[in-house]
């Protein structure tokens, strides 16, 4: 990456950053053990990206999970940022994991509670181990200024969520959380033109990556359209939607959305049957609440033979290169 390029994503998290040192978010930072690698670079004002640890316990088995842990840190690296895996070990709140405690929330795995906003007091109090999802990750990285956090695909309304009113605290946390979410878009085991119509009422803007469909996390469309698309692939550069968001004091986040490359992208047809079929099993077994999501993603990955969850690594990859990999022709100044 060249260095222009580099000073842009790093002047985008110097941007972002607005939050004044001292008062509750000085002492709330007390709180939480900042990796030396994460702290040195958000003092330089060099690019940091955010990781939630959910996918690592809960998305796949180990030693799997360590591997691909380790692989998505490397690219971010590679690209000139520095990765700060969120997480809660013995009760401390992480930002930037070192290899022995990803080994350690690896090995752990469903062991760790699935840990969102609402169980963080909760899991610091009993001194527990927390594997954060995007709402617990969103929290903890505005909370140390990291504005850039990459996740293969967010939670959203559950099918049949107007019966149920099941929708996940990942998209209200957007409505309140200034952080730069980019993902495959929402799980396709979720209702997604119900979850963009929360987002909607949130006051969330959602964009697409070269693109105005957005994509449905294991393949590349919904069949939903969004009002904004991101043309550029200097993203930094074309994110002055988001400029505006901080500027203005708006307190909301903003999602881009990124569809998987084609030559990666499993077969919707093969999908949306796992998906129908899971959606069956998971109601004849009463499965609910949080336990539905994990179960529907752990099915879909059994009936199609693992392909939905090479997807889900592969996506992971790919968003976090997309983000960091700018072409550096012409592009804007991000001040």
Same mark, same amino acid.
């Given at each position: 990456m060249?260095?222009s390029?580099?000073s842009r994503?790093a002047?985008?998290?110097?941007?972002?950053?607005?939050?004044e040192?001292?008062?509750?978010?000085g002492?709330a930072?007390?709180?939480?053990?900042?990796s030396?690698d994460?702290s040195?670079?958000?003092?330089?004002?060099s690019? =940091?990206v955010?990781l939630e640890s959910t996918?690592?316990s809960?998305?796949m088995?180990?030693?799997?999970?360590?591997?691909?842990a380790?692989e998505?840190?490397?690219? =971010?690296?590679?690209?000139g940022?520095v990765?700060a895996?969120?997480?809660i070990?013995d009760?401390?709140p992480?930002?930037g994991l070192?290899?022995?405690?990803?080994?350690?929330?690896a090995?752990?795995g469903?062991?760790?509670?699935?840990t969102a906003?609402?169980d963080?007091?909760?899991?610091?109090?009993?001194?527990?181990?927390g594997a954060?999802? =995007?709402?617990?990750?969103?929290f903890?990285?505005?909370m140390?200024?990291?504005?850039v956090?990459?996740?293969?695909?967010i939670?959203g309304?559950?099918r049949?969520?107007?019966h149920t009113?099941d929708i996940?605290?990942?998209l209200?946390?957007?409505g309140?959380?200034?952080?730069a979410?980019?993902?495959?878009g929402?799980?396709?085991i979720?209702d997604?033109?119900?979850?963009?119509?929360?987002l909607e009422t949130?006051?969330?803007?959602?964009?697409?990556?070269?693109t105005n469909?957005?994509?449905a996390?294991?393949?590349?469309t919904?069949?939903?359209?969004?009002g904004?698309?991101?043309e550029s692939?200097?993203?930094?550069?074309k994110?002055?939607?988001?400029?505006?968001t901080?500027?203005?004091?708006?307190?909301?986040g903003?999602l881009?959305? =990124?569809p998987?490359?084609?030559e990666?992208?499993t077969?919707?047809?093969?999908i949306?049957s796992?998906?129908?079929r899971?959606?069956?099993?998971a109601?004849?077994?009463?499965?609910t609440?949080?336990?539905?999501?994990?179960f529907?993603?752990?099915?879909?990955n059994?009936?199609?033979?693992?392909?939905?969850l090479?997807s889900i690594?592969?996506?992971?990859?790919?968003l976090?290169?997309l983000e960091?990999l700018?072409?550096?022709?012409?592009?804007?100044?991000?001040s």
């Amino acid at each position: 990456m060249s260095s222009s390029a580099l000073s842009r994503l790093a002047n985008l998290q110097r941007h972002f950053h607005h939050s004044e040192k001292g008062g509750s978010d000085g002492m709330a930072r007390g709180l939480v053990k900042i990796s030396p690698d994460v702290s040195d670079a958000l003092l330089r004002g060099s690019a =940091v990206v955010a990781l939630e640890s959910t996918i690592i316990s809960h998305g796949m088995p180990y030693p799997q999970n360590l591997e691909t842990a380790k692989e998505v840190e490397a690219v =971010v690296r590679e690209n000139g940022a520095v990765p700060a895996t969120i997480a809660i070990l013995d009760g401390i709140p992480c930002i930037g994991l070192s290899i022995e405690e990803l080994e350690r929330i690896a090995q752990l795995g469903t062991r760790a509670q699935k840990t969102a906003r609402r169980d963080i007091a909760h899991i610091v109090a009993i001194k527990g181990n927390g594997a954060t999802t =995007v709402s617990a990750t969103m929290f903890f990285a505005s909370m140390v200024g990291i504005s850039v956090f990459v996740t293969g695909g967010i939670g959203g309304v559950h099918r049949h969520g107007e019966h149920t009113m099941d929708i996940s605290s990942d998209l209200t946390e957007l409505g309140r959380t200034p952080v730069a979410v980019i993902s495959a878009g929402v799980k396709s085991i979720l209702d997604i033109p119900r979850t963009l119509e929360y987002l909607e009422t949130q006051g969330v803007c959602v964009a697409a990556y070269k693109t105005n469909v957005f994509p449905a996390f294991f393949t590349e469309t919904s069949g939903c359209k969004v009002g904004l698309t991101v043309e550029s692939n200097r993203v930094c550069a074309k994110l002055r939607f988001y400029y505006a968001t901080i500027k203005l004091g708006l307190g909301t986040g903003v999602l881009i959305a =990124v569809p998987i490359p084609k030559e990666h992208a499993t077969s919707g047809s093969l999908i949306e049957s796992a998906i129908q079929r899971a959606l069956k099993e998971a109601r004849d077994k009463n499965i609910t609440g949080n336990a539905e999501t994990p179960f529907l993603l752990a099915r879909v990955n059994e009936l199609t033979g693992g392909a939905s969850l090479a997807s889900i690594v592969i996506t992971l990859v790919i968003l976090v290169t997309l983000e960091l990999l700018h072409n550096d022709g012409g592009a804007e100044s991000a001040s």
